[in-house]
């Protein structure tokens, strides 16, 4: 039905397509694809106007094996929460590799409960969901405009904050970085523009779309235009940190690791 794919212009070959765990994939999808609507709402004002249910509507999704969450719309607004006991709309999928399948348009879910709100599910959902499409996946024209860029990278920025976490949490090359991770949270963050956590503790790794108040260590990208960049494949991170494009700094270790569940986001967002 909606085709969400990560903006990430990385081309993969077969052996790498079997490197990628389909439950990591799945939680990677819920809470950082389709999480990222809350974050759509907040900066676009097309989303907003989108959402035109007059009482609050949740749509839950149930992985079996999997991510289990719940989004509500309210007022032109979204947010997610994770379980799904008390929706109005439940779209449960038999599998991980179900579920991937809905993000990438090639599964169409049929609800387990809501078919009065079938209508919503159809016209302002998908609506809602091919504007973030348009803004994860943006035509290089679009990027032109000075706002939609902004919107765009800063979309980015969140999924790739929840991404990080689901990755140390659930892929066992991630797992292997994050056991490594001591407590400790850590500024994920573009100078000047849109800042995230990503918080360790007990070698569990949560991603919090908020300005890190006592980091531990920073990774700070020196402008927007630089975090378009490399978000795209367009720059060398290496090359900028040699440079000081990208600030680095406290516990090296932390970043360290960090760096290595990096390089494992680009292969599932591909």
Do not use: W
Not at 63 to 86: H, L, W, Y
Not at 151 to 160: C, F, G, K, P, Q
């Amino acid at each position: 039905l909606y085709g969400i794919l990560s903006p990430v212009p990385f081309t993969l070959d077969k052996e790498e397509i079997e490197m990628i765990d389909q439950k990591t994939l799945a939680y990677i999808n819920l809470y950082g694809v389709l999480g990222t609507l809350e974050n759509l709402c907040e900066l676009a004002p097309e989303a907003q106007s989108i959402l035109t249910n007059k009482k609050p509507l949740s749509i839950g999704f149930d992985v079996k094996d999997g991510p289990k969450a719940t989004i509500t719309f309210n007022n032109g607004k979204c947010r997610m929460e994770q379980g799904c006991s008390k929706c109005d709309v439940k779209l449960p999928f038999s599998s991980c590799e179900k579920f991937n399948g809905l993000i990438d348009g090639t599964v169409t879910p049929i609800p387990s409960k809501g078919f009065l709100h079938i209508k919503f599910l159809l016209n302002d959902f998908t609506k809602l969901t091919d504007l973030l499409t348009k803004y994860m996946r943006p035509d290089p024209a679009d990027l032109e405009d000075p706002d939609f860029f902004r919107i765009s990278t800063s979309l980015l920025l969140y999924t790739i904050t929840v991404a990080i976490a689901q990755i140390g949490n659930n892929d066992e090359i991630g797992k292997f970085s994050a056991e490594h991770m001591v407590d400790g949270e850590i500024a994920f963050s573009i100078k000047d523009g849109p800042a995230t956590t990503i918080r360790v503790k007990n070698h569990r790794l949560l991603g919090i779309k908020k300005p890190c108040e006592s980091p531990r260590a920073i990774m700070e990208f020196s402008s927007i235009e630089l975090a378009r960049a490399l978000f795209d494949g367009k720059v060398n991170a290496i090359a900028c940190v040699g440079s000081g494009d990208i600030v680095m700094k406290g516990m090296i270790s932390m970043l360290d690791n960090l760096n290595r569940i990096l390089d494992r986001v680009a292969l599932y967002l591909a």
